[in-house]
């Protein structure tokens, strides 16, 4: 709901105040008349108050419409003056307009006060929106000029018609080397470097006339001969009822720059993915070639090795029979001892083989881990009574469930395991634990032997590597058990981690899935890491 038009009346005559007022309520639209009675009252109404509209009478005591115009001017400059008068002249109405009262109506004539006042309203609104819109113009240019002079792009302002440049900003003086007097006054076509852009008037035109061109790639030549990369958009416009035209102008010269050094990376990536795929695919030939070398020497060479294990363990087998003097049996025994290790390395080889190759197949079934665990023990017991400061331990926790999962892959995991801790600890104890935990079984190792150096953990499962001992030359092994055992954790779906102390012992830990979930198997030939097989005795 709008509020009532707020009027000041200085009037000292009640009767005239009452016929106002009468006239006011016979209009259509709302007001709240004050009354001032002298100076003082009209001073501090005038003080306190914004008012729309003013009404003086122009003889008062003491006072006058005159004065009481000046002092509403000086007060409230914008706000309508109408005066009401019962004596007012022609040449006295004509000096109070020149003034700067509004309009004047005489008392006789009330019937003209309510259409002056609107009349006075509709043009004080409309001076308000004017001075508005002129102070909003103002601002804008002042917001434009901001912009032309400051933006990090170069931008030109053409007259539409005759193509003359009219202003040039900073920017684009600095960019081009010229100085401000080189483009001002100038036809765009005189300007040479500007040749590629509009080269004649012919160009311009169509410039002009299609209202808006851009160029996405443009070279334009600099005061001190370097070529560089604009981009270059035109747009066509009003300022004061006269067309210009905009020339935006982007230097794009380390984009292009680097556009090209990004196309090159990437046909240098491209040539070097290509060159990488060929290397692997023959790399993948090369190690499938090798596997299956290595599996077809690993047979051949068996076949012979078991024939001298065998005659080497016929013959001290049969020692009461054909009595063997003690240096025939010790080199006996250390020809079948050396066939042993020999056979163990051809096998160890023959089964990395197998894996890289892909041949390994998994021989799937349920069953207890207690028997397996049980019988591993057994083996690990064995071993370590040649050890007498060596006590093995058997930690298995009761009622375990039963897994999923390939059975030999499993004891064989544990015999590297157990094998690689007794062979390391002199004294002390070596543990085979198991628990249950979760949807997995934890299967761990843990010995108080030699312990390995922080350096070497993150290479213990690669193929022949050894870890140096200094104190345990003696305990070289072919640095293939562990790699043997992660490789067969991650074709059963699980997981070999090893933590180490280097003087005070290791843990291995094998976790498996109580049933194998076949889609989690790592691919069979990438599950050994190929390395290096830098010297040293610990596998």
């Known amino acids: 709901m709008n509020s009532p038009v707020l009027i000041l009346y200085l009037e000292d005559d009640p009767r005239d105040v009452e016929l106002v007022r009468d006239k006011l309520q016979q209009s259509t639209t709302a007001c709240e008349l004050r009354i001032a009675s002298d ?91 004017r001075r508005e819109a002129e102070q909003s113009l103002r601002d804008s240019e002042v917001r434009y000029r901001r912009l032309f002079e400051t933006a990090q792009d170069g931008i030109l302002i053409l007259d539409a018609e005759t193509g003359m440049i009219v202003d040039v900003n900073p920017f684009l003086i600095q960019l081009l080397g010229f100085s401000h007097e080189i483009f001002l006054g100038k036809k765009i076509w005189e300007l040479g470097f500007f040749k590629d852009i509009a080269a004649n008037e012919a160009n311009f035109v169509e410039l002009r006339e299609k209202e808006y061109i851009r160029y996405g790639d443009m ?25 210009v035209i905009q020339c935006n102008i982007r230097d794009i010269t380390e984009r292009k720059q680097a556009e090209a050094k990004l196309l090159e990376m990437n046909r240098h990536l491209e040539d070097t993915t290509v060159r990488a795929n060929e290397m692997a695919l023959r790399a993948e030939a090369a190690s499938v070639a090798k596997s299956e070398f290595l599996a077809n020497m690993s047979h051949e060479l068996r076949t012979p090795l078991n024939a001298v294990i065998g005659f080497s363990e016929g013959l001290l087998e049969r020692a009461d029979r054909h009595p063997l003097n003690e240096h025939q049996k010790d080199r006996l025994g250390k020809i079948k001892a050396s066939g042993d290790h020999l056979l163990q390395l051809i096998n160890d080889v023959l089964d990395i083989a197998k894996v890289e190759s892909g041949k390994t197949d ?41 897994i999923t999962s390939d059975r030999d892959k499993l004891r064989q995991i544990l015999i590297n395991l157990l094998g690689n801790g007794i062979k390391f600890t002199e004294q002390g104890s070596v543990t085979l634990r198991v628990r249950r935990n979760n949807g997995s079984l934890l299967l761990s190792v843990e010995d108080t032997g030699v312990g390995i150096a922080a350096e070497h953990l993150g290479h213990l499962f690669e193929q022949f590597y050894q870890v140096t001992q200094e104190t345990h030359r003696s305990l070289k092994g072919t640095g293939l058990g562990l790699a043997i055992a992660k490789a067969f ?12 102390v280097e003087g005070q012992g290791s843990t291995f830990t094998l976790t498996i899935p109580l049933v194998l979930d076949r889609r989690k198997r790592v691919d069979r030939r990438q599950v050994v890491r190929q390395a290096p097989a830098p010297e040293g005795a610990h596998t």
């Not at 334009?220 to 009822?241: K, M, P, W």
């Not at 799937?364 to 006590?391: H, N, Q, Y």
């Open 362 to 402: 998994l021989q799937l079934s349920t069953f207890d881990v207690e028997p397996i665990v049980r019988e591993v023990g057994d083996m690990a017991e064995a071993l370590a009574k040649d050890k007498p400061a060596v006590r093995f331990t058997l930690d298995l926790e009761e009622q375990l469930p039963p």
């Open 219 to 243: 070279p334009l030549e600099t005061a001190d001969g370097r070529r560089i990369d604009v981009e270059f958009v035109s747009n066509v416009y009003q300022v004061n009822h006269q067309k």
């Open 489 to 500: 954790a991650d074709l059963v779906g699980g997981a070999l981690t090893a933590e180490s």
């Open 39 to 129: 100076r003082a009252e009209y001073e501090a109404a005038l003080t306190q108050t914004r008012f729309d509209l003013i009404l003086s009478d122009y003889k008062l005591p003491n006072y006058d419409g005159m004065a009481a115009l000046e002092l509403a001017r000086a007060k409230q400059p914008d706000v309508p003056f109408i005066l009401i008068s019962g004596t007012l002249g022609e040449e006295q109405a004509v000096d109070c307009m020149l003034r700067g009262t509004t309009d004047y109506v005489l008392k006789e004539r009330l019937n003209r006060l309510v259409p002056a006042i609107l009349r006075a309203l509709t043009e004080a609104e409309e001076r308000r929106k």
